[in-house]
């Protein structure tokens, strides 16, 4: 996947997509920015070139769990597609990066002129869904070290790096399970020789056995985003 670019927009006719940059305004991602909290009015969408976003329910005053990601490939806001200005989720940067930013009423307006914008991002609107669905499913059924490994997987998509800085306090903040499930399985990776971690640095060493080691919801989301948005 090509860095420093949106893939959304990357895809777009050079008419809209110069158009739709036109409202865009460059912007910086800072590391644990909140872009959104869930309930709250959206002032912008976000269309990442770099860095990305975890989308984080909260129930109940919990601390809550990643049930979805937002790098290049996508966009934050997707609501504001249905009309909608509320946001569904806690949003915050999870890798500092850059952003292309809109406001959320002339980005509407585009989409009112633009039914080649609004088809690429109903499509996108579907990948996430299935995102999200299937985020809710692996928590519930699958095991911690299968779901440490797709999650690892997926912020190496996003990362578009070997080289991952993360601790086991936020790993076990996004799985939604306690820091010794997140120890016990990073070790076992380890072990295994498909990761290398130490003090927050963490490097993917064997990537295709980390594949192996993921559960299916991995596969799935990718063979969903390939069929929907790279073979449109």
Not at 18 to 35: D, F, I, K, N, W
Not at 88 to 95: F, Y
Not at 128 to 139: I, K, N, Y
């Amino acid at each position: 996947m090509s860095t420093d670019i949106n893939q959304l927009i990357e895809r777009l006719p050079h008419k809209e997509r110069h158009r739709l940059l036109a409202l865009s305004e460059p912007v910086t991602l800072a590391l644990s920015q909140v872009l959104s909290e869930a309930g709250s009015v959206t002032d912008y969408v976000y269309f990442p070139t770099a860095g990305f976003i975890s989308l984080v329910a909260v129930t109940d005053g919990s601390s809550g769990v990643e049930v979805g990601m937002v790098g290049r490939e996508g966009m934050l806001g997707i609501q504001a597609v249905l009309g909608v200005a509320m946001a569904p989720l806690h949003s915050l940067v999870q890798g500092a990066g850059t952003a292309w930013r809109i406001d959320i009423t002339a980005f509407q307006r585009e989409l009112l002129d633009s039914p080649v914008l609004q088809s690429s991002l109903q499509r996108y609107m579907y990948v996430l869904m299935v995102q999200l669905a299937t985020s809710a499913a692996c928590l519930r059924f699958h095991l911690i070290g299968q779901r440490l490994a797709r999650w690892l997987l997926m912020t190496q998509d996003r990362a578009c790096s070997d080289h991952l800085h993360v601790t086991h306090e936020f790993l076990a903040y996004m799985l939604g399970v306690r820091r010794v499930g997140i120890t016990t399985a990073a070790s076992a990776l380890q072990r295994a020789g498909l990761i290398e971690y130490q003090r927050g640095s963490l490097i993917v060493l064997d990537r295709a056995g980390l594949e192996a080691a993921a559960c299916s919801c991995y596969a799935a989301h990718r063979h969903t985003y390939t069929d929907l948005l790279e073979r449109q």
